[in-house]
T-cell receptor
Framework: RKEVEQDPGPFNVPEGATVAFNCTYS??????FFWYRQDCRKEPKLLMS???SGNEDGRFTAQLNRASQYISLLIRDSKLSDSATYLC???????????FGTGTSLTVIP | DTGVSQDPRHKITKRGQNVTFRCDPI?????LYWYRQTLGQGPEFLTY????????KSRLLSDRFSAERPKGSFSTLEIQRTEQGDSAMYLC???????????FGPGTRLLVL
């Protein structure tokens, strides 16, 4: 089983829509969680860390459910500039390996 | 620009040749990571350094791959006897010890013919 699994999409949504991505992880001992954004043919960039209590940054909200071992990302009021691949990242906490999901592709349509 | 830099940005080589990539992390970043990314996949961990010490290597990293960080600053990744399956984007990232945020370089895109 993969360490991190994501629905690859693609998700095609109109501007202004709300879209949610989920990601599951296999190791219950995982300690740190992140969402990264990767634009086409560019490097990944940190979007936000995911905290146990959930956290929000403007139009973006991240949630962690440890019992079900999943992480979610909610994007409200989608903009054209949100079009990208969103990568779910998990760190087990033992050692320092970061496991990336395959990414979920989002296209926001005018 | 004080971000992570990688050189070269693109490399085309013939099967069986050796290639070497360089990564310059953000200065004062102790940790340096190498990843490989193929089309439609997320970055796959290869190895990681803390200062000059190589602390972890992926089981997927064959003995044709070697990485160094001799002075705890820049790092090199060498692939010997390249195979077509090595074609990928090779990403370098760096971070501070006390922070988990990784900053990625632009990557080196390798094509093995």
């Amino acid at each position: 089983r993969k360490e991190v699994e994501q629905d690859p999409g693609p998700f095609n949504v109109p501007e202004g829509a709300t879209v949610a991505f989920n990601c599951t992880y296999s190791n219950s001992a995982s300690q740190s969680f992140f969402w990264y954004r990767q634009d086409c043919r560019k490097e990944p960039k940190l979007l936000m860390s995911v905290y146990s209590s959930g956290n929000e940054d403007g139009r973006f909200t991240a949630q962690l459910n440890r019992a079900s071992q999943y992480i979610s990302l909610l994007i409200r009021d989608s903009k054209l500039s949100d079009s990208a691949t969103y990568l779910c990242v998990v760190n087990r906490g033992t050692g320092n390996q970061f496991y990336f999901g395959t990414g979920t592709s989002l296209t926001v349509i005018p | 620009d004080t971000g992570v830099s990688q050189d070269p940005r693109h490399k085309i080589t013939k099967r069986g040749q050796n290639v070497t990539f360089r990564c310059d992390p953000i200065s004062e970043h102790n940790r340096l990571y190498w990843y490989r990314q193929t089309l439609g996949q997320g970055p796959e961990f290869l190895t990681y350094f803390q200062n000059e010490a190589q602390l972890e290597k992926s089981r997927l990293l064959s003995d044709r791959f070697s990485a160094e960080r001799p002075k705890g600053s820049f790092s090199t990744l060498e692939i010997q006897r390249t195979e077509q399956g090595d074609s990928a984007m090779y990403l370098c990232a760096s971070s501070l010890v006390r922070q988990e945020t990784q900053y990625f370089g632009p990557g080196t895109r390798l094509l093995v013919l």
